[in-house]
């Protein structure tokens, strides 16, 4: 079975298409220096283990490993296509009808950069150079998410990968204090175990960081995590919940950061 054994990430993609709320989804694409190779697949709708409101699991974590030619190509197009060896650290474009954001990180050796696109509110038009540079990042980010392994790849086997950790985070609704649903699934995690957490690609949650055993209590077959549920939170007010699976290399780390939107931490307590 495929499995990560170096932490050196060569080439990754995140992009928040299809999420919702809360939601902070995984790398979409996650290459490492050693080959392996960590894909999301996509969301998925389904009934609440509980009954109660919909509930949608992030799209399951896949792995298998590609030759170095493969890898070696891969660097390569990223280059290219993307202009990444010229690129600007960050791009705005406008978000009115789209809030994606998509951040690609290259570290070949020759290059280490990461790259964002994204939205902003603020009306305005782009230079000419900015929107074809945007759209040379986006043309990669979509290739890269529709990659799939060739024949000649080291291994024909593509497994499932079950992280080790889970960081789950929520926010009241409007309907405090009334409305049905399922009550808080982990009792042992309460509200002093929420921290702010600074992740990966730099923004700050409020959230608990928990087990993949404590996370199948949830849901056993939500092991890319959940992009939206409803539970009653550890004070029994009605919350939207999202939990994000930790990738082997992601380390998270406390922040002093004021939460974003000028939100709590826990949501709803008064920051300490």
Partial sequence: ?????????????????????LCIPPPAFTLYADGALVLRGPSEVTESP???????????????????????SLLQVALRMGGLATAERRYERAGRFS????????DGGAISRHVSVRSSFEPGRLAPASAQAIGRLLAL?????????????????????LPAEYLVTFSP???????????WPWPEVGLDRFRLWRL???TVRCGAVITAEQHASLDPGAT?????????????????????PLLPDERLVRSADAPPFGRSCPPGMSAG
């Fill in 1 to 21: 079975m495929p499995a990560v054994g170096s932490l050196h990430v060569v080439l990754r993609v995140q992009t928040t298409r299809g999420c919702l709320g």
């Fill in 200 to 202: 990966p690609d730099g």
């Fill in 99 to 106: 809030t994606e954001q998509v951040d690609i990180w290259i």
């Fill in 50 to 72: 509980t009954g109660y409101f919909p509930f949608i699991r992030g799209g399951r974590l896949t792995i298998t490993r590609l030759t170095r030619t493969e890898v070696s």
């Fill in 173 to 183: 609704t409007d309907d405090i204090g009334n409305g049905g649903g399922p009550t």
């Fill in 141 to 161: 980010s979509d290739f890269l998410l529709g990659f799939r392994p060739g024949h000649d790849s080291s291994s024909a086997t593509t497994a499932v990968l």
């Fill in 224 to 244: 890319g995590g959940v992009v939206f549920t409803q539970v009653h939170d550890p004070r029994d007010w009605v919350s939207y919940l999202t939990t994000r």
